[in-house]
């Protein structure tokens, strides 16, 4: 008899434990998630300087028309003529160089917004861009081959002084739609 109402109560044990499992529905915990925010130079994309105005510092794409580029050599001007338009062919490159795949030449779509209104940016050359001129542009970058980024600083109606401003700069993987 002990050994019958053992058994009954294991099996009552097993089908409480069965239906609990089977009416699971939710679930709740805090966890921390982590994102490696890297220099330019250590990035899946590679942001190479091709002009003097542009290099890297501490690891971050620096773009300087003025005195206080360290690349400017003395006496060849101090900035942007006020009321003026400039255009930078390659500027810098994009290239994914670092995203390491030997299966494939595998793509990734690259966007690029400018937060100044006095600066747009091209892909390409100049006559035969890529993507823009604009604000914002997006293209495809293969595996090999380096995408040239030119700007245009237009300081139509501008006086002198000085502007400032950034670029957001994202990937993500596989080609631009």
């Given at each position: 008899?002990?050994?019958?109402?053992g058994?009954?109560?294991f099996?009552a044990g097993?089908?409480?434990?069965?239906?609990?499992?089977?009416?699971?529905r939710?679930f709740?915990?805090d966890?921390d998630?982590?994102v490696a925010i890297?220099?330019d130079?250590n990035?899946?994309?590679?942001?190479?300087?091709v002009?003097?105005y542009a290099?890297?510092?501490?690891?971050?794409?620096?773009i300087?028309?003025s005195?206080?580029n360290?690349n400017?050599?003395?006496?060849?001007?101090?900035?942007?003529?006020?009321d003026?338009l400039?255009v930078f062919?390659?500027m810098?490159?994009?290239?994914?160089?670092?995203?390491e795949?030997?299966?494939s030449?595998?793509?990734?779509c690259?966007?690029?917004?400018s937060e100044?209104?006095?600066?747009?940016l091209?892909?390409?050359t100049y006559?035969?861009?890529i993507a823009?001129p604009?604000t914002?542009?997006?293209f495809?970058v293969?595996?090999g081959n380096?995408?040239?980024?030119g700007m245009?600083?237009?300081?139509?109606?501008?006086?002198?002084?000085s502007?400032?401003?950034?670029?957001?700069?994202s990937?993500?993987?596989g080609?631009?739609d």
């Amino acid at each position: 008899m002990n050994k019958l109402f053992g058994i009954a109560l294991f099996l009552a044990g097993l089908m409480l434990a069965v239906g609990t499992g089977a009416n699971f529905r939710y679930f709740e915990a805090d966890r921390d998630v982590s994102v490696a925010i890297v220099a330019d130079d250590n990035e899946l994309i590679d942001l190479t300087p091709v002009q003097p105005y542009a290099y890297l510092s501490n690891g971050k794409l620096t773009i300087k028309i003025s005195p206080d580029n360290t690349n400017q050599y003395p006496g060849y001007g101090d900035g942007l003529s006020p009321d003026s338009l400039y255009v930078f062919e390659e500027m810098f490159n994009v290239s994914n160089e670092l995203w390491e795949n030997e299966e494939s030449n595998y793509p990734i779509c690259v966007t690029i917004q400018s937060e100044n209104s006095h600066v747009t940016l091209f892909a390409g050359t100049y006559d035969s861009p890529i993507a823009g001129p604009g604000t914002s542009i997006t293209f495809t970058v293969e595996h090999g081959n380096p995408v040239p980024i030119g700007m245009i600083f237009d300081m139509t109606g501008e006086g002198l002084g000085s502007d400032q401003g950034q670029l957001s700069i994202s990937a993500q993987a596989g080609a631009c739609d």
